[in-house]
């Protein structure tokens, strides 16, 4: 007899090109941050914009270059890439 067990969802997204695998729906992006290696005190994080969306959803087009709120979790999806970026200094 084959006992089935529970296998976790597991998502494979990418930080600079870096494959990271989250156990999570949701994470945010301070957490994604630390586990990929950066530091969410320096570095902020962006999600990558496939270029088929930026046709179809010009609503957004603004917000394609602002970094994600440190706390706001984030619904994963396999395949999603994000950028892990230097923060810019404040003058």
Do not use: W
């Not at 084959?2 to 494959?19: G, Q, W």
């Not at 962006?46 to 917000?63: I, M, P, T």
């Not at 394609?64 to 395949?79: D, F, V, Y």
């Amino acid at each position: 007899m084959i006992e089935l067990t529970k296998v976790d969802r597991e998502n494979k997204v990418y930080v600079n090109d870096n494959a990271i695998i989250i156990d999570k729906e949701a994470i945010t992006p301070s957490e994604l941050l630390e586990l990929s290696g950066f530091s969410s005190l320096v570095y902020d994080c962006y999600l990558e914009q496939n270029k088929d969306e930026e046709k179809v959803d010009k609503k957004k087009k603004g917000k394609e270059n602002r970094p994600l709120k440190e706390n706001k979790k984030i619904n994963i999806q396999t395949g999603m890439h994000f950028n892990a970026i230097l923060k810019q200094q404040q003058q």
